[in-house]
Antibody
Framework: QVQLQESGPGLVKPSGTLSLTCAVS?????????WSWVRQPPGKGLEWIGE???????NYNPSLTSRVTISVDKSKNQFSLELSSVTAADTAIYYC????????????????WGQGTLVTVSS | AIQMTQSPSSLSASVGDRVTITCRAS??????LGWYQQKPGKAPKLLIY???SLQSGVPSRFSGSRSGTDFTLTISSLQPEDFATYYC?????????FGQGTKLEIK
């Protein structure tokens, strides 16, 4: 079955760029799914960041659009998140997840999820 | 953005209790809502999609329903492993938005 694994630096300096990668195993990133990023500040709720389709189409949360870029690398079967000009407010656990849309059914769900990776913004 | 108002924010219950958690959408979202369970230190886990469809492998004590813009997650008979935080997520339009979460604790 499909599994997702996040990786990247756990510490980023203020005003720097947060960069994370989500490796997809057990399935192809070129399947008919979207690939998403969600974050969760410590002890708080979940926030959808954005998503990408293997063809390169993206959708972003307007609250982050000016700072976020999601990209896909089909050759490595992975997708990535970049968040620029970070502040302490960007400290969070970052999750990647697959968004499933069965053809013609109009339903959506997020499954599976990666285990999450904590990114701390601090000097 | 669509606001999802989830209630209660916390809930104490006993094993065997019937529990309901509600999410109210700020506008109509059809049946485009999922419920996710999150345990401490773990990623969210899909329970229910499309308002009332049970994800494969999820126990049948979990169920979802909708009345207008109000969505309910019901656990018919709480088990020890059900104590966790629950989130609703609207996937009707962008940006997708979560409820604030309901922490279900042991009484």
């Amino acid at each position: 079955q499909v599994q997702l694994q996040e990786s990247g630096p756990g510490l980023v300096k203020p005003s720097g760029t947060l960069s994370l990668t989500c490796a997809v195993s057990g399935g192809s990133i070129s399947s008919s799914n979207w690939w998403s990023w969600v974050r969760q500040p410590p002890g708080k709720g979940l926030e959808w960041i954005g998503e990408i389709y293997h063809g390169g189409s993206t959708n972003y949360n307007p609250s982050l659009t000016s700072r976020v870029t999601i990209s896909v690398d089909k050759s490595k079967n992975q997708f990535s998140l970049e968040l620029s000009s970070v502040t302490a407010a960007d400290t969070a656990i970052y999750y990647c997840a697959r968004k499933v849309l069965p053809a013609g059914m109009g339903e959506i769900w997020f499954d599976p999820w990666g285990q999450g990776t904590l990114v701390t913004v601090s000097s | 953005a669509i606001q999802m108002t989830q209630s209660p924010s916390s809930l104490s219950a006993s094993v065997g209790d019937r529990v309901t958690i509600t999410c109210r959408a700020s506008q109509g979202i059809r049946d485009d809502l999922g419920w996710y369970q999150q345990k401490p230190g773990k990623a969210p886990k899909l329970l229910i999609y499309a308002s009332s469809s049970l994800q494969s492998g999820v126990p049948s004590r979990f169920s979802g329903s909708r009345s207008g813009t109000d969505f309910t997650l019901t656990i018919s008979s709480l088990q020890p492993e059900d104590f966790a935080t629950y989130y609703c997520l609207q996937d009707y339009n962008y940006p997708y938005t979560f409820g604030q979460g309901t922490k279900l604790e042991i009484k």
